[in-house]
């Protein structure tokens, strides 16, 4: 790892979170519970702890392995599902995920970061006037939307495409005809094996 | 480092009577104070940022301890430990030079960091604390300017709470000989030239290059640390060997 590295990240992670944290007018209320409060942060992968502090303003980023009020470490490919809480006592249990200290802390931390809302139009707004900010805003808003669209129109060509044009794959429909026409033949099966018992016995 | 005579000391290249260096440091800094931040940011290309983040990394700095940052200057450390000890901590920012103590006051009261800080003018070598006061104490690109380095750092150990620890960032030596060439003309050709066109003060900088060629080398500032006291000193190379982080702890 190139030296002095973490620190640039950290910096960099610091003054992004402390920009998004004072455009979202609710965040100091939620920050106020957190305070004074440490979550470590530790990849297998990556010989490096990455130290998050909660201050009544931000949440600061430090790289140390000296002790906090709740460690977690963790290995990239779990750390999707790290968002999912029912997963949570199974991944322990795997032993892919542990987590010392207060669970609390984490979960507050996690809470904090999910319900982050920056006003960025308010922000913005101040370079380029509301106007051209609410239109940015809605031009955004309406790609996001437009985006969403296109993609549920692709997944339904798609699955029209494999399903009726190409056969490639049976309808949920076809599907369950067949599972029923299986269930028919294993009971008949069934009935006919019975049968020959009771004409050999 | 071996002192010429009991009673005189290095000024960088030059040697001067004990007695006047602190005088002689103090001219350097009441000249540099207004420029200092500007500098650094030059001088090193932004790196020093750096230097003083790993400083903090390295303390293991939690909500609510005392921290001092001796030699604090214009209070770059300060401020990265203030948000972090938070409003039940504290962070004594100490710096002998009253003009560098006006500088890092206004500059820290700009930032809107005042509930947790205190500014104490003291000389490193007769810290005015209690025994057993501090969690942590940093220097940063001070203790080469002390005097007595030696008396120094014993006070520094008495300040310090057991358990606690002592991080010196300093100018050391290059670790490969190439750097250490590349290094020298920096230092002496381009710096003062900078120092010149930047805050008008050729002589400062000539100062700050050669002060840094007299500081002891990292093995040298880690016996001096043992001899006063401190118990696991290790230190960190940092960009090269250009500077050095020392960390000690008292038990």
Redesign the interface.
Same mark, same amino acid.
């Given at each position: 790892m190139l030296? !002095?590295l973490?620190?640039?990240m950290?910096?960099a992670a610091e003054t992004l979170l402390t920009r998004l944290i004072a455009m979202d007018p609710e965040a100091r209320n939620r920050l106020a519970r957190l305070?004074?409060k440490?979550l470590s942060f530790t990849l297998r992968e990556m010989p490096l702890t990455i130290v998050l502090?909660a201050?009544? *303003?931000?949440i !600061?980023f &430090?790289?140390? &392995? *000296?002790p906090?009020d709740c460690a977690i470490s963790t290995d990239l490919a779990s750390l999707r599902l790290l968002r999912d809480p029912s997963q949570l006592t199974r991944l322990i249990k795997a032993d892919v995920l542990q987590i010392e200290g207060d669970i609390q802390v984490a979960q507050q931390f996690s809470y904090f970061i999910q319900q982050l809302d920056p006003d960025w139009q308010q922000a913005l707004s101040r370079y380029t006037g509301d106007a051209l900010a609410h239109k940015i805003s809605y031009l955004l808003h309406s790609l996001h939307s437009y985006l969403l669209l296109k993609q549920q129109q692709l997944e339904q060509l798609t699955t029209e495409l494999v399903q009726d044009e190409l056969q490639l794959s049976p309808t949920p429909t076809e599907l369950q005809l067949f599972s029923e026409q299986v269930s028919q033949l294993h009971s008949s099966v069934e009935l006919i094996s019975q049968k020959i018992k009771q004409i050999q016995g | 480092m071996t002192e010429p005579d009991h009673n005189t000391t290095h000024f960088g290249f030059k040697t001067i009577p004990a007695e006047k260096k602190v005088s002689l440091v103090a001219d350097v800094f009441h000249s540099v104070a207004a420029k200092y931040d500007i500098m650094n940011d030059v001088m090193s290309m932004g790196i020093h940022r750096l230097w003083k983040r790993f400083t903090i990394d390295c303390s293991g700095v939690r909500p609510g301890q005392q921290v001092l940052d001796l030699a604090g200057g214009t209070g770059d450390i300060t401020a990265l430990f203030s948000k972090r000890v938070g409003p039940t901590g504290k962070v004594v920012l100490a710096d002998i030079n009253a003009s560098m103590l006006q500088v890092g006051r206004d500059k820290l009261r700009d930032l809107g960091l005042v509930n947790n800080i205190e500014f104490v003018q003291a000389n490193a070598e007769a810290l005015p604390f209690a025994d057993n006061t501090f969690d942590i104490i940093t220097i940063g690109f001070g203790l080469r300017n002390v005097t007595d380095k030696d008396a120094a750092l014993r006070s520094m150990f008495r300040v310090l709470k057991p358990g606690g620890r002592l991080l010196v960032l300093e100018f050391s030596k290059p670790e490969q000989q190439w750097l250490s060439k590349l290094y020298d003309i920096y230092s002496f050709k381009v710096l003062p030239t900078m120092g010149q066109l930047i805050a008008n003060d050729k002589e400062s900088y000539q100062y700050l290059a050669e002060s840094i060629r007299m500081h002891p080398d990292q093995d040298t500032l880690k016996s001096m640390m043992e001899q006063a006291g401190f118990a696991e000193v290790s230190y960190h190379n940092l960009t090269g060997g250009i500077v050095a982080l020392h960390r000690g702890y008292k038990f």
């Open positions: 030296p !002095l973490p620190q640039i950290c910096s305070q004074g440490q502090t201050t009544a *303003e931000t !600061l &430090n790289q140390h &392995n *000296e906090v | -």
